[in-house]
């Protein structure tokens, strides 16, 4: 039997989001990985995605939960991490993330999209969370 090995999301969705982003304007850092030396005020935009992993649901199928963390604004001026945010979930959830190139994407699991909501932070920033559920297919 063949050994199938499950994508990696967070690199395939990072390029993808970042790419989408980009093409509609938008100046932001897409990562994996929190900056250690976080520095505010955030000189543009913050996203991170993050694959928690899921269920093998067959020899070349995988069930995957992705959180998505987004800072911008402040505390007092939230708006631009919930235009942001809204903006966000709404590239990945989408059914088009299916048919992009190199998508390794087969459909997008509606049970596991939440959000975004806000989630306090101790720095002076506005952070969104959401969640965002694919059904994704390894390579071999």
Known sequence: MTRVTAPDLE????????TA???????VQVSNK?????SLPLKQPLIMIRD????RLSHVTFDRSIGVSI???SRMNDKPANDLGRLVMSILMDDAIV???????????????NGPYPV???????????TVGYIVVGSW
């Open 34 to 38: 929190e900056p250690t030396d976080l």
């Open 71 to 73: 800072l911008a604004g």
């Open 120 to 130: 306090i932070d101790d720095l002076d920033v506005a952070r969104r969370y959401g």
């Open 21 to 27: 982003l980009t093409s509609e304007g938008h100046s």
């Open 11 to 18: 690199l395939w969705l990072t390029t993808y989001l970042r």
């Open 99 to 113: 048919h992009a190139d190199g998508s390794p994407i087969a459909s997008v699991d509606w049970d596991g999209c």
């Open 52 to 55: 928690d992993s899921g269920m």
